[in-house]
């Protein structure tokens, strides 16, 4: 019984990663624009994302902070 345990998970471990999937090729028209960069305003001193959550229709969400005075969460 434990050799026939032992082959069972041999032949699932070998044969689960053979299925083929197909590629698209990437539309050569995506850019990216950097947003929240503290470059481009003086009066910020950093951005954080403490959150980001994909919805259910495949978007993606993202919470921002803005840190004026310092990079460093709050005194605790």
């Known amino acids: 019984m434990k050799y026939l345990?032992?082959?069972?998970?041999f032949i699932i471990m070998t044969n689960s990663n053979?299925?083929?999937y197909k590629t698209e090729a990437i539309d050569s028209s995506l850019?990216?624009?950097n947003l929240f960069s503290a470059s481009l305003n003086d009066t910020v001193s950093?951005?954080?994302?403490?959150?980001?959550v994909t919805?259910?229709?495949g978007d993606l969400i993202v919470a921002i902070d803005q840190r004026v005075e310092s990079c460093?969460?709050?005194?605790?």
């Open 5 to 9: 345990i032992v082959f069972l998970f």
């Open 18 to 20: 053979c299925q083929i």
């Open 31 to 33: 850019f990216s624009y």
């Open 46 to 52: 950093c951005y954080r994302i403490p959150a980001m």
């Open 55 to 57: 919805a259910p229709n």
């Open 72 to 76: 460093h969460d709050l005194n605790s």
